[in-house]
């Protein structure tokens, strides 16, 4: 652990991965309560895997066609694809009314391979994909951490103005309808804030990590707490945790810090989940 | 309760609904109205049109024949008067929420922006659970209440609303008896100043606590609600489904 501390004086990437985990634990701790009250991991899941095919895209395009292209990051990719299929989700969830799983398991699996044909056809070696894929904790830049923090103030405002319709649909949509607020709308600004946050947490720890980060901190927030906003503290609070303590911990071990963020925050949710008494539960 | 122009609580004429893709109607040629402050229940079988109606009278589904009114206007305008009270169960007590949140729901509107309701809509939850006598549950987490006093609040919730029509859909189901009988009590108090209509399976309850009652099966009848019996109920079934 002492490690860390000595090898962040001379390497300043190793703060700028702690300061992305604090990033990314704001977009975390506001959205993860209303993804698990509203059950929409698979959802959630289904954004991050389409957004693969904006990955494969943006890498397409900026070998490809440098001069026009060649400041497009993978991750801008990822987020653009993200935020149009997030509608497309929302609208899907409202209308489809059987086996909704089916169609977006179908979109889900389309986007992953669009994006792995276009990497495919690109000419050269990509290893972008697989930080993508894996995550890229150890080596965020600082343009990656403007790339966050703009996010996360996307997500906070939005989330300042929409919380308390997001509430009423989290509780009571019916309700909600019958009081004027137009459900299929608010759903939408939703999906949008929660294909953003997909893709923070994806820059921590990658896509196939993704989930966990977005399910347990919530899962614990949303039990520990009796009301949403306080939850969200405490999502971000866990998440905070999880994505500084294990990377500090890990680093200079075998262990890869997204492997030891997500088995921490599982730990936390079982330790959770099974101290509290049964009648709480 | 606001002011309103001298018309029915309820009125349906003509009306038949049948969903899409189906080829029987669900209700047929209904007609009724509903004045002043009466408390009606809504009796029938099972997929006999009770919740049809239900979703008809809040504007939920829309008939292609016939009309409703209720409060004077078509129900998708007039909706926002109406206190709905649903079943318990579906409000989803895995969401962190205090009781307060769940009776606030009544008072939010299309103008809701920002993080918080003003003080004037945390008064009327307050009143609101202190006229269903639930005030002492304001700062409980919503999990953790019974069935019982989960009704109480989402009745509160609709007065928070200042509803001029309370809507009921069988509120005594996964009560017990005592609890049953305290929910009825304060029915019958909020009924001095409110037309109450409410759907139920209970014969016993219709006839002890209600001015009228209508019978859903695909048409709706009135029968007396004073002289309920199973020889009667009988009759109705069968009269539906030899």
């Not at chain 1, 700028?16 to 059950?39: D, H, K, M, N, Q």
Request: proline residues 5%.
């Amino acid at each position: 652990m002492s490690q860390f501390f000595t090898d962040a004086a001379v390497n300043p990437f190793l703060w700028s991965g702690l300061t992305a985990g604090l990033f990314a634990s704001i977009s975390c701790g506001i959205v993860g309560p209303y993804v698990v009250t509203r059950r929409l991991l698979f959802l959630a899941g289904a954004l991050a895997h389409i957004a693969i095919g904006g990955v494969g895209a943006a890498i397409y395009l900026s070998t490809v066609h440098p001069a026009a292209f060649g400041w497009l990051e993978p991750i801008h990719g990822g987020l653009a694809a993200a935020l149009v299929s997030a509608p497309v989700l929302a609208v899907l969830k409202h209308r489809v009314k059987e086996r909704l799983d089916t169609v977006v398991g179908a979109l889900w699996a389309v986007g992953m391979s669009v994006g792995i044909l276009l990497i495919k056809i690109t000419p050269g070696y990509h290893t972008e994909l697989m930080s993508y894929l894996f995550g890229n904790i150890s080596f965020v830049t600082r343009r990656d951490l403007v790339f966050l923090a703009v996010l996360s103030g996307v997500v906070i405002l939005t989330a300042t103005v929409f919380h308390r319709r997001f509430l009423a649909l989290c509780l009571d949509s019916e309700q909600a309808e019958l009081r004027g607020i137009p459900i299929l709308a608010t759903d939408i600004v939703l999906f949008l804030l929660i294909a953003a946050t997909v893709i923070v947490l994806t820059q921590i720890v990658g896509l196939i990590l993704v989930i966990a980060l977005l399910s347990l901190p919530a899962a614990i927030g949303t039990r520990l707490s009796t009301r949403l906003g306080p939850s969200m503290a405490v999502t971000f609070g866990v998440s905070a945790l999880v994505t500084t303590l294990p990377r500090i911990a890990a680093y200079g071990t075998p262990i890869s810090p997204e492997a030891a963020i997500v088995l921490t925050t599982a730990g936390l949710y079982l330790l959770v989940v099974f101290s509290q008494r049964p009648e709480t539960r | 309760m606001t002011d309103r122009p001298n018309c029915p609580v309820v009125e349906v004429a003509d009306l038949s609904f049948r969903y899409p893709h189906r080829r029987d109607e669900v209700l047929k040629e209904v007609g009724f109205s509903i004045d002043d402050t009466q408390w009606v229940g809504l009796l029938g079988p099972n997929g006999g049109g009770k919740t049809t109606l239900l979703r008809l009278l809040l504007g939920q589904l829309i008939p292609k024949m016939g009309s409703i009114m209720v409060l004077g206007g078509p129900p998708t305008k007039t909706r926002r008067k109406v206190g709905y009270v649903p079943q318990h169960a579906s409000i989803d007590s895995s969401v962190p929420a205090s009781v307060e949140d769940v009776v606030l729901l009544g008072r939010l509107t299309r103008s809701s922006w920002g993080p918080r309701y003003p003080q004037r809509d945390h008064d009327f939850a307050l009143a609101a659970l202190e006229e269903t006598h639930t005030a002492d549950l304001a700062g409980r987490a919503w999990r953790t209440l019974s069935g019982g006093q989960r009704q109480r609040v989402l009745i509160a919730r609709a007065l928070a609303s200042q509803a001029d029509l309370l809507l009921l859909d069988e509120p005594t189901t996964g009560i017990d008896i005592h609890r049953e009988k305290e929910l009825l009590r304060l029915l019958e108090l909020l009924n001095d100043r409110l037309p109450i209509v409410m759907v139920s399976h209970d014969i016993a309850l219709v006839s002890h606590h209600m001015d009228r009652a209508l019978w859903v099966d695909r048409t709706v009848r009135e029968i007396d609600a004073r002289n309920l019996d199973s020889d009667s109920l009988e009759h109705f079934f069968h009269g539906e489904h030899s």
